[in-house]
């Protein structure tokens, strides 16, 4: 596993903080992002810890008032769709959320993802597609180590940017 997270990390360096390195100033916008993605990896793992399983959810954040809202299935359970089916079309109605309110500044959508190592090993985690308004969106996978049953401990997280955004494309100058 040492072996894949280190081929991450190579492959896809931690580009946010070596962009916000090369600005010497903390974007307010990178701030959103990565404190809403941090607390969205952070309930994931609290459902896991206490269940044992979590289905994808998404967090917004409104600028205007402060508020954090937290969109998730809200159907019968018993018809609940497959959990990747159901992260595509979670991430586009958090993308018509956006859309229809541009009070919301931040968005992350969360669902359990599991990668594989070129040695063929699995490793399971959190997948989170994060996106600001005035920002690009980026890729976020946080490895999770089942340390005992139930219980996990975070490997390094690993992020790129992404093509998929949650907001319109910022416009050019």
Known sequence: M???????LVTFPLALHAEQEQQKVKDP?????????????????????KSGRFYPFALVYNEANE??????YRGDPKARPKAEDFAVALFLEVR????????????VVLKPFQAT???????????????????GP?????????QKPGHYALGELVYQKSEEAIFPPLATK
Do not use: Y
């Open 2 to 8: 040492k072996k894949f997270l280190i081929m991450l």
């Open 96 to 107: 018509q959320l956006a859309e229809n309110n541009s009070d919301v500044s931040t968005a």
């Open 117 to 135: 190592s070129k040695d063929g090993e699995v490793i399971f985690g959190v997948w989170a597609a994060v996106d600001h308004r005035r920002r």
């Open 138 to 146: 980026w890729l976020m996978f946080q490895p999770l180590i089942e």
């Open 67 to 72: 508020q954090v809202e937290v969109v998730g």
């Open 29 to 49: 916008a990178i701030t959103q992002m990565e404190t809403l993605a941090s607390n969205g990896i952070q309930q994931a793992l609290q459902l896991l810890q």
